[in-house]
């Protein structure tokens, strides 16, 4: 007698919105999105579907209004997982740091009502997620099952190296990210801090002085090493509005330093965006 065949049960990989693929990622590992809210001007909107962080970059300079942004609910995460089990897929939903929003409570708690739903807090947040994000897509790819892919990820984040310079620290200051008397202090001194994230929470690293694009060069240089410490797979530069010789420049630093290196250039998005502002930039990878 046969043995039965047993289907492969489709996976729905999805993240929120903080997690800053490019439009590439997305469509290559069929990527669903469920937005935070970014509230501006007296109105709400879906982070990157019906605001991007130029709109709000330019708000603030006429306004200096900065916007507030908000997780997702629990109805709104049922809802989602509702949508995307109703064929009998499972999904895998990863969202920014526990530390950092509610995000990861709410869909959390809206998953106890689904059998195949698993839920990833990447303790992270911009593509430091979205290494995640890929590595589940590629783990999909060579049929792994959603438990598999989950667990493995929860493992690899801290294994996950995400930081960024930030060029003013206003934006980060006045959303409460950090005291004024640091703030005073790196913009009289013309420091740009190195912003790290360890553990789930935005803490300082290293202090550089100088222009912006030389800064960023220092920054990888000392962030890469010789590079024999990164998996080469993936290496993302991740910026928030810089100009394009800026961003270029750094994606090619990477590549002298790591020729082997795959790496991709995104452009942060709302959320993250409204609390670093413009001319921040980071590179993030996975540690070997």
């Known amino acids: 007698m046969k043995g039965k065949t047993v289907m492969k049960q489709n996976i729905v990989l999805a993240s929120d919105s903080t997690t800053d693929l490019n439009a590439q990622l997305i469509a290559r590992y069929d990527l669903q999105i469920l937005p935070l809210t970014v509230a501006l001007g007296g109105k709400s909107y879906a982070d990157g579907t019906e605001i991007d962080p130029d709109t709000i970059y330019r708000h603030y300079e006429q306004t200096e209004e900065l916007p507030k942004t908000a997780a997702p609910n629990m109805a709104d995460f049922y809802s989602f997982f509702e949508k995307h089990t109703a064929d009998g897929s ?113 803490g300082v690293g290293k202090k550089y002085r100088g222009k912006l694009a030389a800064v960023l060069l220092k920054y990888i240089e000392d962030q890469l090493g010789d590079a024999s410490a990164v998996e080469l797979d993936h290496i993302f530069i991740t910026h928030a509005g810089c100009d394009e010789a800026i961003y270029r420049a750094c994606a090619e630093k990477v590549k002298t330093i790591a020729p082997d290196a795959n790496v991709h250039i995104t452009r942060a998005g709302c959320t993250i965006s409204s609390h670093c502002g413009r001319n921040t930039l980071g590179v993030l990878f996975i540690r070997k």
Do not use: W
């Open 90 to 202: 499972a999904v895998i939903f990863f969202t920014i740091s526990a530390e950092m929003s509610s995000t990861y409570n709410n869909a959390r708690l809206a998953a106890q009502s689904f059998e195949n739903v698993y839920v990833v807090d990447t303790r992270n947040l911009s593509t430091g997620g979205g290494l995640l994000v890929v590595t589940a897509g590629e783990m999909i790819k060579a049929g792994k099952s959603a438990a598999e892919i989950a667990e493995y990820c929860k493992a690899l984040t801290p294994k996950v190296s995400a930081s960024f310079i930030v060029d003013d620290l206003e934006f980060l200051y006045k959303g409460g990210r950090c005291s004024a008397v640091a703030a005073i202090g790196a913009n009289l001194l013309q420091l740009k801090p190195c912003i790290t994230v360890h553990e789930g929470k935005m």
